[in-house]
């Protein structure tokens, strides 16, 4: 054997261009090259013309490698998207061998040790696939389709079916999925009338979602199979203290709608009394529980208004905000609490330096007096309250005529003061 040596001159050795900065040549792809070369080196048939392929092989030959892809992702070994195929069903097929009621009787088994476990969603995918197996025998019955199945296995499956469907709504309770609970109770029931389960079930989750009379009605027909079930005893005394706490839920919600309605009449007669007139915008402004209410007692007649108010100072841009404001009530009441002003470094708003102003129906103003009581005011008949507040314009006195004349200019020009 000769030993050819590799020397240490490095230099001599030409290094080719790498493979990417060779321009490929345009041809088939890979697949369908290794396809086409295993094809040439097939051995001959006796004949000598036609190479000998496997079945498979021979099938694919000549074909693009998408094409080849195509045919192999039918295949259940191969596939890479879920379609449905005669193939793919019976790949499936093979993990239930044996009778239907034996595989759904198995999947029954594993979803009650599940549920001992409590372990409800496994429990609850067990019992589906029992369902699963059973309603394909019951369809395929349906169509007319023979199957070895006399009438006492016939009979097994559908007592093994129901079992699975009470199995599957006692999952779908624990797991809080109501609707699906008394889906699968009704199922149950249309198959045996008297399955007491099924109406327990079915009440519980019923009464979870609120439904009392449903709720009762399926614990009465279940009573009326077993009079003596403590399960049912037990749901139907919770629907009796449901059903009282809805009934008084709905008494309360009645009484404070009858006094809403009540308080309601008695301020619209309260205002339509004083002559007091109210507007109300498309948007009005966000102010919690502040409203024109008569206090202390919203029904009493001979209750004062109280309003929300706002005072605007206009030539500071600011503004204090009077959540009750009495009929009763005079501006000087309110300013002496509220004066002096944190931002009047100058000192201009005193009680006896300011001047107070409320816009009239026309958009004109008003001099309003700070001893003058807001329901003197509001009762002039020029003046109303829009969404629910009072508003007051306060300017100091040095400064008032020349706001009054902006004012007016503005409005004159169609602009907000």
Known sequence: MKIEEITDDLASIKVSEPPHAIEPVPGPDLLTQAMNYASSKAPATQDGTTPSLPPGLAAMKGKSGEEILKDLNKHPLFMTDLEENDELEAFKALAYEGAPAEVAQGFKERGNESFKERGWKDAKEFYGKAIQVLLLEVRKRQAGEKTEADDDEIKREIAILEACLVNRAACHLELKNYRSCTQDCASALRMNGRNVKAFYRSAKALLALGKVLEADDACARGLAVDPDNKALQGVAQE???????????????????????????????????????????????????????????????????????????????????????????????????????????????????????????????????????????????????????????????????????????????????
């Open 239 to 417: 629907i009796i203290k449901k059903n009282e706490a809805v009934t008084a839920k709905k008494r309360k919600e009645l009484e404070r709608e009858t006094r809403r309605r009540q308080e309601n009449t008695t301020l619209r007669a309260a205002l339509k009394a004083r002559g007091i007139k109210t507007r109300k915008t498309a948007q009005p402004p966000e102010m919690e529980d502040a409203k024109i209410q008569l206090v202390p007692d919203p029904v009493d007649p001979t209750s004062t208004l109280s309003f929300p108010a706002v005072l605007l100072y206009p030539l500071h841009l600011e503004s204090d905000f009077v959540k009750s404001f009495n009929e009763t009530d005079v501006l000087g009441d309110h300013l002496d609490y509220i004066f002096p002003l944190p931002w009047d470094r100058k000192k201009e708003y005193t009680m006896n330096g300011i001047d107070c102003y409320m816009e009239t129906t026309t958009g004109g103003l008003v001099k309003v007096g700070r001893k003058v009581s807001l329901l003197k005011v509001l009762s002039a008949g020029n003046i109303e309250v829009v969404d629910e507040v009072v508003r007051m314009f306060i300017v100091p006195q040095s400064k008032a005529a020349e706001w009054v004349q902006e004012h007016k200019k503005k409005r004159a020009a169609g602009k907000p003061a």
